[in-house]
Structures are given as structure tokens and as C-alpha cells.
């Protein structure tokens, strides 16, 4: 079968090289002059099944409506005049019981979990290098009163098999000494010692270049313009190099595949949340991190990848605008200076800000809608690298007919 995937993300790239071990003939296109230029290019780089929780949750309308007068919050919530997004977020406050986050969560932790497997199962298979290092996460707390409810909520995913450390400061400083001088400013934390990190975008182009070795084709520098569909098939997909064609097609187009998707089926409801991402360069004065963290209070996240120091902050409702400037990360700036000072080299940052594919329920979106031939692949949110090898087995397995290894319910789109 000759299949199509749209989008060059990690999404499109993994999904490509999975079709290409199932024996199909593979195209992916991606407007970009190179693969993971999207929201796959700097993120936390944590593939974090320890940390799989749905963000609608009992807590957030309040933690949201805060952010309207307060700037220097996490989540920035902003009004906008776009009916998609007060469709999502109506959509998002549904989604805010006790038991639908418990559920939400339950389902992205399967899959998260399924797909750091299939992740070390393709790193066997190709030798794809991306500093990948498997020494597990901190999930660590500033405050007793937040300690004490992280550990709480944190049973949902050791209830699903998550292995997990309750750690005191000191257990914390000795599991990464790089926290020792600052120890007295946590509470405690909890380590999920089976997570790991490793640099999404370098595993993405390393990858599509295994995919390009193993004859698929990957065009960068061609936009996608119009799907055209015909009665309850996909017939063709419109570029701006021309028409291409193909048996089956896949939908991994990150924020904007809904819209490309357009009127052609329901609402596909992914939503961009954007975040923003430092990278900093380790120096041999620097007493840098050696296990990947969450600074639980702050809501920042920071993993070691080979000599460079990743961090990321912030949920920002700020549609689809990806710009910034080095205002948006003093805030972030100081709290990482605050706990790790000697960290990195903070005179040398590099900035750069993504959107999260978003849906309210933080789940994906697979399988096919009302046109049989095409395939979902997308709206991953917050821990789409996580997901990304594993969403890409379950497209392998759709497509070729096979029942997925793990079950889909509320990852669909019907
Ligand atoms: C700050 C931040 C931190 C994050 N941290 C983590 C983390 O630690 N762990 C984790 O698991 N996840 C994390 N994520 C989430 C993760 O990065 C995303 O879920 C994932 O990268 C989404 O991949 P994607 O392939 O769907 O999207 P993208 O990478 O955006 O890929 C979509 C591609 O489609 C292309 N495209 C769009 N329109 C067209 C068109 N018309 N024609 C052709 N091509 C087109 C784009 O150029 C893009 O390359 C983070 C995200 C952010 C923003």
C-alpha cells in the first residue's frame, strides 16, 4: 500500500518508519526545509509516562481564572475572539470532574507507558542517537501542603503499575548532588525512576534519515494547501508542489490539522497551548544536573541532553502565535537560577517558544473519522514526544487492519 503521512514532527517521522517496517511504500510531506522545525524542535525532551496527568482536572477553572490577573503564573489563560477556542475550552471545563481526570489520565498513561516501549524497541532497531539518557524523573515540591497533595495525586499512576520513590530533601540531594547546596529550598519529591529524557528533535531527524535509508520519501519545503475528499474516501491531497496521491493517508499535522481537516468530517478538537523552552550550555564550572526534574511549584521542567541544560515553562492560551521574546523568560529564568545557580551558563541562552496540539481531554486523536482511508495521528498535547512511538505502532496496526495492542476509547474522533 502506498501510504501518505502529513507533517514532519516526531508524530509524522515515527509513524513513517513504523509504516516502512509493516512493507509499505512511504511519502511524508512537511512544508518546513527540514523534519521537527514544528513543536517537535526544543521541548522538555521528557519521556514522561511519571507524569501523565490530564491538565483538566477539579483544580484547574480556578488555577485558569487566577492566571487572568496574575502574570507571572505557569498557565496563562487569555480571552480570544476565535470560536474554536471557546469551543475547546468549554469542551476542557467538561473534562474538569474528579473522575474524568482520573480516566483522561488512566488512558494517556497507557499509552505513554505502551510507548516508551515501542521507543526502546526502535532505538534497538536503528541506533538512533538523540542523548538519550534513562535515569528516571524528579517530580519535586517546594512546599509541604504541595508535597503532600503531589503524593496524593500521584497514586492514580502507581495504581496503573507506575514505579515511584517518595524521596526526602536529603534522598533527593544525594540521588542528584547537583541539589545538594539548595536542598533546604524543597520539600521533598517523587522520583519515577523508569521515566527518561532524551532530545526530541535530534531523534526525529536521526530517524528520518533511517526512514529516507530504508527508501521512504520525505519532501521537505512542500505545504500542504487542500484535502479532497470524494463521498467516504480521501482522493487526494493538494500541494503546493501539485497533487499527490495515495491508498491511505495519515493526518499528523500537529496544531493545524484541524485546519486542514476543515468541514471534511466532525470538529477536530486541537488546540494550541503554548509554551516556552531555554536551552543553556553546560561549561566545565557548571555543577549541572544529572536526573531530569519538575519543579512541581513552578510548573518548570529541565533535563540534562548530552552539554546543554533544556528548560521549559509555561501553558500560554495565546492561539496560534509562536513568537517571543527574552522578557517572556526572565521569570523562568530566575526560578531555575533560584534552585540550580550554578547549573548552566545563563549567559548563553538560546530561546525558543511552541505550541502544544492540545485537546481538552489531553488525549490524542487516532483511527479514522467519517473518511475510511484517513488516519489521525495528532493532537498529543503536552507529552507528544512521550507518546509518539507508541501513537505510531497503533497507526501501523490500524492500517494494516490489525486490532492495536493497546484499547482506543476516548482517542477517537466518533
Ligand atoms: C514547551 C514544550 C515542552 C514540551 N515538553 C515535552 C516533554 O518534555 N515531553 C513530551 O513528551 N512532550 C513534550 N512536549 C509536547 C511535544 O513537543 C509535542 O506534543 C509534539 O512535538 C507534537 O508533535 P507533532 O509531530 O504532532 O507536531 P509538530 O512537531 O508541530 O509537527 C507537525 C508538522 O507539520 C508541519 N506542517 C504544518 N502545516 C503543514 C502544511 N500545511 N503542510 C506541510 N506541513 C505542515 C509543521 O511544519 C510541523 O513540522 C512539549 C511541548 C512544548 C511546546
Known amino acids: 500500500m502506498h501510504v501518505l503521512v502529513l507533517g514532519g514532527g516526531v508524530i509524522g517521522i515515527t509513524t513513517a518508519y513504523e509504516l ?11 512544508r518546513e526545509a ?37 502574570d507571572d503564573q505557569a498557565l496563562r489563560f487569555r480571552f ?37 516501549g515501542v521507543l526502546n524497541e526502535i532505538v534497538a532497531q536503528t541506533g538512533v542517537a538523540f542523548d538519550h ?48 547546596p539548595m536542598k533546604d529550598k524543597i520539600a521533598g519529591g517523587i522520583f519515577s525512576e523508569t521515566d527518561a529524557t532524551g532530545d526530541c528533535a535530534m531523534f526525529t531527524r536521526a530517524l528520518a534519515g533511517v526512514v529516507r535509508a530504508k527508501g521512504g520519501m520525505v519532501r521537505t519545503g512542500t505545504t500542504v494547501t487542500r484535502l479532497e475528499a470524494d463521498g467516504a474516501r480521501l482522493v487526494a491531497v493538494h500541494t503546493d508542489k501539485g497533487k499527490l496521491q495515495a491508498d491511505a493517508y495519515v493526518l499528523a499535522l500537529g496544531i493545524w490539522s484541524p485546519k486542514l481537516l476543515g468541514n471534511l468530517d466532525k470538529w477536530l478538537p486541537v488546540y494550541p497551548v503554548k509554551g516556552y523552552s531555554l536551552t543553556l ?19 518548570i521542567a529541565y533535563s540534562r541532553l548530552g552539554d546543554r541544560l533544556r528548560v521549559t515553562a509555561t501553558a500560554d492560551f495565546a492561539g496560534y502565535n509562536a513568537r517571543h521574546q527574552p522578557g517572556d523568560f526572565a521569570v523562568m ?41 484517513l488516519f489521525f495521528n495528532t493532537g498529543h498535547g503536552h507529552v507528544g514526544w512521550t507518546m509518539s512511538c507508541g501513537a505510531a505502532r497503533v497507526t501501523r496496526d490500524l492500517i494494516a487492519g490489525r486490532a492495536p495492542a493497546i484499547p482506543l476509547d476516548g482517542m477517537t474522533l466518533h
Open 133 to 180: 539518557k534513562q535515569t528516571g524523573l524528579l517530580y519535586f515540591h517546594r512546599t509541604q501542603e504541595t508535597f503532600e497533595r503531589g503524593v496524593r495525586n500521584m497514586a492514580i499512576l502507581r495504581d496503573m503499575g507506575q514505579a515511584q520513590q517518595i524521596l526526602s530533601r536529603d534522598e533527593i540531594a544525594k540521588l542528584d548532588p547537583a541539589l545538594e
Open 20 to 30: 516502512l517496517q509493516d512493507g509499505h511504500e512511504v511519502t511524508l510531506v512537511e
Open 333 to 373: 529564568t530566575r526560578k531555575m537560577q533560584d534552585i540550580l545557580p550554578g547549573g548552566a551558563d545563563y549567559t548563553r541562552p538560546q530561546y525558543w517558544a511552541g505550541l502544544r496540539p492540545m485537546t481538552p481531554e489531553g488525549t490524542p486523536v487516532m483511527d479514522t473519522g467519517r473518511l475510511k482511508n
Open 34 to 70: 527540514d523534519v521537527a522545525l514544528g513543536t517537535s524542535f526544543a521541548n522538555a525532551g521528557m519521556v514522561a509516562p511519571g507524569h501523565a496527568f490530564a491538565w483538566a482536572s477539579p483544580r484547574a477553572p480556578k488555577v485558569l481564572l487566577r492566571s487572568l490577573w496574575r
Open 80 to 116: 480570544h475572539a476565535d470560536p474554536a477556542f471557546w469551543r475547546w475550552s468549554l469542551r476542557f471545563l467538561r473534562e474538569c470532574t474528579a473522575e474524568r481526570a482520573r480516566l483522561n489520565t488512566q488512558r494517556k498513561h497507557r499509552l505513554c507507558t505502551y510507548s516508551q
Open 281 to 299: 550550555p553546560i561549561g566545565g564550572n557548571n555543577i549541572a544536573p544529572t536526573v531530569g526534574a519538575v519543579d512541581e511549584d513552578n510548573l
